[in-house]
């Protein structure tokens, strides 16, 4: 069956350093991935888009890698700040023609001052 | 972008009766669509939402259960009917234009007791 999987249930890194959150996939051919923030009481907020064809895409402290033979997208924040504390969300684009997306159970970050 | 509100926020209902939510966007989207978040999981997509026609349900969700109407490109009501409380949920409304992002309302907390 189709699975998809965040590395970690929650992430604590120091003020300053790269945080680097990952997203597994099985039995998907994804059309495209994309990355959202959630912070507690609110919807999820799109943060970037990244389609099979692409291996990277940066916004600026953001950057996402999407390796298809992995099944892997790696997502990072550079030069993190607590402000950056939230829970993080991988979501799949099903495949191609399909709107539909699947969401990981997201990684929960916290940014330590 | 485009914003998208929920009415009600929040609700604590009786069980076997039926709550209706309501989705406004403030510019036409081509996708709606309804999702529920459970305490700590992730979002799992009830619905496909189509202007003029009968939702797109996905497995396990059925239309007698969680009727959805879309009379145009920026509303949607989602109802939850004959509630238990496994029902109890955040539900959440979304937009989306084409390929690109994914605009999320900030969700309706539902409680059945």
């Known amino acids: 069956s189709q699975k998809i999987e965040q590395n970690s249930e929650a992430l604590n890194i120091q003020e300053g350093k790269t945080a680097t959150l990952t997203c597994n996939y099985t039995n998907y051919s994804p059309a495209y991935l994309q990355w959202y923030r959630q912070d507690p009481g609110r919807g999820p907020v799109f943060l970037l888009l990244?389609?099979?064809?692409?291996k990277e895409k940066r916004k600026e402290r953001l950057k996402v890698t999407f390796d298809t033979t992995l099944k892997q997208s790696l997502f990072h924040i550079t030069a993190s700040q607590p402000a950056d504390s939230a829970t993080y969300l991988c979501a799949l684009g099903r495949g191609a023609g399909s709107y539909q997306l699947t969401f990981g159970k997201g990684t929960k970050l916290s940014v330590i001052p | 972008s485009a914003v998208i509100s929920q009415k009600p926020s929040r609700d604590i209902c009786q069980r076997g009766t039926s709550l209706t939510i309501q989705c406004q966007v403030d510019s036409q989207v081509t996708m709606m669509f309804w999702y529920r978040q459970q305490p700590g999981q992730s979002l799992t997509l009830i619905a496909t939402a189509n202007q003029g026609s009968e939702a797109t349900y996905e497995s396990g969700f059925v239309i007698d259960k969680f009727p959805i109407s879309r009379p145009n490109l920026t509303f949607s009501t989602l109802t939850v009917s004959n509630m238990s409380p496994e029902d109890s949920s955040i539900y959440l409304c979304s937009g989306r234009q084409g390929y690109s992002e994914q605009f999320f309302g900030p969700g309706t907390r539902l409680t059945v007791l």
């Open positions: 990244i389609r099979e064809n692409e």
